[in-house]
């Protein structure tokens, strides 16, 4: 039953796919499908974006094992939307074409901007993507039981020929179908774990005090995050990254204008919303109808925690169809990441950088295709590498990067007339620099316990997500570079504030 409904996701795809890869003629299609997105097609392949293997395996884990501190997730991820429909979602729109680097080359035309930017797209990717990587590892060595390694290979695979094959059309609808999929999938096991607490939310909540090892505390802040300025870090970087997540900010460029894209994001910030709160369903169903134990014995990190509830409360079937919803689910992300990825390298690197604006069409897209093999071959790497994380946290580690190195050059762009060439440089490189640096030195890296980490030791840096530190220096350190420079990089700050509030 399993590998009956995991072959027919993939065949649904599949299928997504060659329908696509017919409308997949120019660079336009493959970028953003030509712009041609309504905004409730739009908006739902946000959501089918967003509601990641994070939001579904991760959160419900994390809600399963620690409670309060577990719901944290889906609170900053939904708030992160009001910055994005009142920021970023219309002067990106008007401003840019394909990629968020040209939106910041509408104000400076200058290839190390552009390159900058790039660069930025692409660590931002690769850091989302091996999240999503290891909870298809983790997810097909339940359902299949087969490991890891093959596991994250095939998963690797079929998004390289999404993308490859299929462009921005085959990602749009790929996202279409699984938001469909996982709403239902999700609605039908809330609705099951609801009637097992006789449709109370008061005797829901009552019970929960008593139903996990954490007693009364599981319903209090305190369990994972005990210093309050972690939580203050991992919520800025859950709010703010998302207006500067490059798989969700190129999907603006999919649809007609800034009134399209405002439309969209009302759709995807309803559908997100509502998944949210299921979530709480999930959570509290898996710890009291599964139990910690056995969440932990397939899965550390709790990824599984989903699934098995489905099998607790639905049996196989559920089982696997909610399994093969998750598997979707990492399909339809991971090729949005490999797409971004690609554009980024082949529209800014190749396109404008290398060849300086004279790429043929046909240079472009092969340069595109190229670029997403590449992208997929490092991220399968990594994510070897990380196996044993939560993936909830490693995509908080993608919203801190965002939010610390593409957000402040967003903002700045549009909204300071003085802002220059050297502070967008020095903003972009301080964000990503020590995101970078502060993860690798702290307890996500290094644990004094073998396995319990990548690396064995003591960490140097004591948080284990940097975003309130990284996030003031990427704002700071544009600023510092700006103030400090001489140059004068006002000349087209007018037109882009009218472009960016206008379109004109």
């Not at 901007?113 to 590892?137: D, E, H, K, P």
């Not at 999907?251 to 405002?262: G, L, S």
């Not at 640096?437 to 890296?445: D, F």
Request: aromatic share 12%; charged share 10%; proline share 3%.
């Amino acid at each position: 039953m399993a590998f009956t409904l995991f072959c027919a996701i993939v065949l649904l795809t599949l299928v997504i796919t060659y329908f696509a890869a017919k409308k997949t003629n120019n660079t336009s299609e493959f970028y953003t499908a030509g712009g041609g997105l309504k905004g409730w097609q739009n908006g739902t392949a946000i959501a089918g974006d967003y509601m990641s293997a994070a939001s579904f395996l991760g959160i419900a884990g994390s809600i399963a094992l620690v409670g309060f501190d577990g719901f944290f997730y889906s609170i900053g991820f939904l708030v992160a939307y009001l910055v994005v429909l009142y920021l970023v979602a219309e002067p990106l729109r008007n401003l840019g074409k394909y990629t968020v680097a040209d939106m910041i080359a509408a104000r400076f035309s200058n290839k190390e901007v552009r390159g900058f930017a790039a660069l930025n797209t692409i660590a931002i990717s690769i850091f989302y993507m091996i999240a999503q990587l290891v909870g298809a590892g983790a997810l097909i060595k339940l359902l299949l039981g087969l490991d890891f390694v093959t596991s994250v290979l095939i998963v690797g695979v079929l998004m390289t020929v999404y993308v490859v094959f299929g462009g921005m059309h085959a990602t749009s609808w790929v996202q279409i179908t699984k938001a469909v999929l996982l709403m239902g999938g999700t609605f039908v096991i809330s609705l099951m774990v609801f009637a097992k607490f006789d449709f109370s939310l008061t005797g829901m909540f009552e019970q929960m005090k008593t139903a996990t090892p954490l007693m009364e505390n599981y319903l209090n802040p305190g369990n994972k995050y005990k210093v309050p300025l972690e939580t203050i870090s991992l919520n800025l970087a859950l709010v703010l990254g998302t207006a500067g997540l490059p798989h969700i900010l190129t999907r603006f460029f999919t649809v007609k204008d800034a009134r399209t894209a405002r439309s969209s994001v009302v759709y995807a910030t309803w559908i997100i919303g509502i998944f949210y709160v299921m979530t709480i369903f999930l959570g509290f169903g898996a710890a009291a109808f599964v139990g910690t134990e056995e969440i932990t014995a397939v899965d550390k990190a709790g990824n599984m925690a989903a699934p098995l509830l489905a099998r607790a409360l639905g049996g196989d079937f559920l089982f696997a169809f909610i399994s093969a919803v998750a598997f979707a689910t990492i399909l339809a992300v991971v090729t949005g990441l490999v797409l971004s990825a690609a554009s980024a390298f082949a529209h800014d690197f190749y396109g404008q950088i290398v060849r300086r604006g004279n790429a043929t069409e046909r240079e472009q897209l092969r340069m595109a295709r190229w670029a997403s093999i590449g992208v997929s071959i490092i991220s399968i790497v990594l994510a070897l590498f990380a196996q044993k994380m939560n993936v909830a946290f490693l995509v908080s580690l993608a919203f801190a990067v965002a939010a610390s190195a593409n957000l402040p050059i967003i903002l700045f762009t549009v909204f300071w007339r003085r802002f220059n060439r050297t502070g967008a440089i020095s903003g972009m490189l301080v964000g990503l620099l020590s995101t970078v640096i502060l993860v690798a030195l702290s307890p996500n890296v290094w644990d004094p316990e073998p396995g319990k980490a990548i690396l064995t030791g003591t960490a140097i840096f004591p948080m284990t997500n940097p975003g309130i530190i990284s996030i003031p220096l990427g704002f700071l350190s544009a600023v510092v570079g700006t103030l400090l420079s001489r140059e004068k990089d006002e000349a087209k700050y007018a037109e882009v504030l009218v472009k960016a509030n206008t379109g004109v």
